[in-house]
C-alpha cells in the first residue's frame, strides 16, 4: 500500500485501561489489563480523548515508560475518554510445535554452526588423516637417505632429501590424544640422530591430492577458496615448525608456521591458508596438489623469508625457522586428525566409516597379504602358454591409474594339485575394477596350455602381492 512519508509501524490496536483525572495531577501511569504499558515505539502511535476532543501527541501530552503526562494539570470534572495505541511492535514469541515449515525457512539460512557439526561430506581433502589404515604394515625401520617412499599408514609419504645421516622408525601408533575419537597416530621415532644438518637435507612427510579432487577450490580464479588445516601434535622438542602446501601444476606455493609449546603434550593446531587467484589445477587424476609437514631442513630452506603468501616456490623460503626433529635419539613426531577443508574456520574431524576409508586408500594402494596360517586366493584364470599364467583380479575399487605389481610367496595350483613359483610378468591396466594379471613361471613349462589355474599366496604371513597406483 502506498503512503506518504515514513513508513507506518504495522501491529495491533490497544485499548489502554480507564484513567480517572485528579485535580491538579497531569501525569497518569497507563496500564493495560492492570499491567503498566510500555509497548510503543513513538508517541505518535497513541490516540488520546479528553472530554470528548482528541490531544496532539508530543503538543498536548507526551509519554515516557509506562507515564502518559498531559501539558497542564487536569480539573475535576475532566475526563479521559479513552487512550489508544496503535501500531505497536509486537513479538512473535516462539513457535508452536510442527508450525515452521521448510517453505518458512530462507535458504541457506540453517548454517553448520547452528547444526552444531559440519554436514559437507568428504569435506577432508586429506585421505586417511586419523592414520587408522596401514595396508603396508604398522612399523618401518632405518628410514634415512634413499628412504623415501611410502611405508605404514596409507597416503602418508616418507620423504628425505640430500644425503642425511639420521634414521627413523615410522610406525602406525595408540598414543592418541584422549577423549577425542582418534584410535591411531602416525609416529616418527629417531633413532640415530643428526644434530648438524648439511645444506640439502630435509626430511619431510606429505600427501599428494589429485587434481580433479580440488576443483571445486576453484584456484587460479577470483573466486579461490581459503583452507583451514586443523590436526593433533605430539613431540618431544618445542619450537617453530612448518607445513608447506605446494602447487604441482604451477610450481607456485605457501608455507605457514606452527609452535609446539610442550613437550610430550598433544595439541591442537589449526592454520588458515588464503585461496590463491594465480595459476588453475588440473583437471585429472594426476598430482595437482601437496601437503607436507617438515620435520627437519638444512640451509638450503632454511636461508630466505619464509612465505606466506602463494608465490612461485623459492626453495630458500620454504622451511623458515624449521627446528630438527633429528637431532636427538630421544626426539618422536607424532600426528593425528589431519584435516585439510575450504573455508577459514576448523570443523570437527570428519570421521567415516572404517570401510570407506580403506577403500579410499585402495584407490592408491590395494594389498592382499597372508595371514601366516593358510594359502589365500588372488584370482582365478588359465595357462594361455605353458610357462604362462593369464587370470582376472577384480579390485575392491577402480584404481587411479595403471598399476606396478610386486610380490612375494605367489604361486599357481594346477590340475594334480602341484604348485610352481611364479615371477611378474607384466603389469596391469585397471580401466575397470577387474584386470588381467600375466606372470611367467620361474622356470620350466609345467603348464599344459588352456587348463584352469588358481592363484594365490602361500600359507606365509610375509608373502603378498601388491598393486601400486601412488601419486
Not at 156 to 164: K, L, M
Request: glycine share 8%.
Amino acid at each position: 500500500m502506498a503512503y506518504i512519508g515514513k513508513s507506518p509501524v504495522i501491529g495491533n490496536f490497544v485499548k489502554l485501561d480507564a484513567i480517572t483525572a485528579v485535580n491538579g495531577q497531569a501525569a497518569y501511569t497507563m496500564q493495560n489489563g492492570g499491567s503498566n504499558f510500555t509497548d510503543y515505539e513513538s508517541v505518535n502511535q497513541f490516540l488520546v480523548s479528553l472530554n470528548g476532543t482528541i490531544q496532539a501527541p508530543t503538543d498536548s501530552f507526551t509519554v515516557s515508560g509506562s507515564t502518559l503526562t498531559f501539558a497542564s494539570n487536569l480539573s475535576t470534572g475532566d475526563v479521559i475518554d479513552f487512550i489508544m495505541v496503535f501500531g505497536n511492535s509486537l513479538s512473535a514469541g516462539t513457535p508452536t510445535d510442527a508450525t515452521v515449515s521448510t517453505a518458512k525457512i530462507v535458504d541457506s539460512a540453517v548454517t553448520n554452526a547452528k547444526l552444531s557439526f559440519n554436514a559437507n561430506q568428504y569435506r577432508n581433502i586429506i585421505i586417511n588423516g586419523d592414520m587408522s589404515i596401514a595396508q603396508r604394515g604398522t612399523s618401518a625401520t632405518g628410514l634415512t637417505n634413499g628412504s623415501s617412499g611410502y611405508h605404514t599408514c596409507d597416503r602418508w609419504n616418507f620423504r628425505e632429501g640430500g644425503a642425511p645421516t639420521y634414521e627413523f622408525t615410522q610406525t602406525q601408533d595408540t598414543t592418541v590424544p584422549t577423549g577425542q575419537g582418534f584410535a591411531k597416530s602416525l609416529k616418527m621415532d629417531c633413532t640415530t640422530a643428526q644434530g648438524s644438518l648439511a645444506a640439502a637435507d630435509n626430511l619431510r612427510i606429505d600427501q599428494r591430492i589429485e587434481g580433479q579432487n580440488v576443483q571445486y577450490l576453484k584456484k587460479g580464479t577470483s573466486s579461490a577458496e581459503s583452507l583451514t588445516l586443523s590436526f593433533w601434535v605430539y613431540a618431544t622438542k618445542t619450537g617453530t615448525n612448518i607445513v608447506e602446501l605446494y602447487d604441482n601444476d604451477n610450481s607456485r606455493s605457501i608455507s605457514k608456521s606452527y609452535t609446539i609449546s610442550s613437550s610430550e603434550t598433544w595439541e591442537k593446531k589449526t592454520i588458515t591458508i588464503e585461496g590463491d587467484t594465480t595459476g588453475a589445477l588440473d583437471n585429472d587424476n594426476a598430482q595437482s596438489l601437496r601437503f607436507m609437514f617438515f620435520l627437519a631442513a638444512g640451509s638450503n630452506f632454511t636461508s630466505g623469508t619464509l612465505q606466506t603468501s602463494w608465490g612461485t616456490q623459492v626453495t630458500a623460503n620454504r622451511a623458515v625457522g624449521q627446528v630438527n626433529h633429528a637431532d636427538s635419539t630421544s626426539n618422536n613426531f607424532i600426528i593425528t586428525g589431519v584435516q585439510l577443508e575450504a573455508g577459514t574456520a576448523a570443523s570437527d574431524f570428519e570421521f567415516i566409516p572404517h570401510d570407506v576409508n580403506l577403500q579410499r586408500c585402495q584407490r592408491y594402494y590395494y594389498r592382499e597379504q597372508g595371514d601366516g596360517s593358510d594359502q589365500r586366493a588372488v584370482s582365478n584364470g588359465f595357462a594361455d602358454l605353458t610357462n604362462r599364467y593369464r587370470g582376472i583380479v577384480v579390485f575392491p575399487t577402480t584404481m587411479r591409474s595403471n598399476v606396478s605389481v610386486t610380490e612375494a610367496g605367489l604361486e599357481t595350483l594346477r590340475p594334480g594339485a602341484l604348485n610352481d613359483e611364479v615371477s611378474l610378468a607384466a603389469t596391469i591396466d585397471p580401466s575397470t575394477n577387474a584386470v588381467m594379471l600375466q606372470l611367467s613361471t620361474d622356470s620350466g613349462t609345467p603348464y599344459t596350455q588352456g587348463n584352469g589355474l588358481t592363484l594365490r599366496i602361500t600359507n606365509s604371513a610375509s608373502s603378498f602381492v601388491a598393486f601400486d597406483a601412488e601419486l
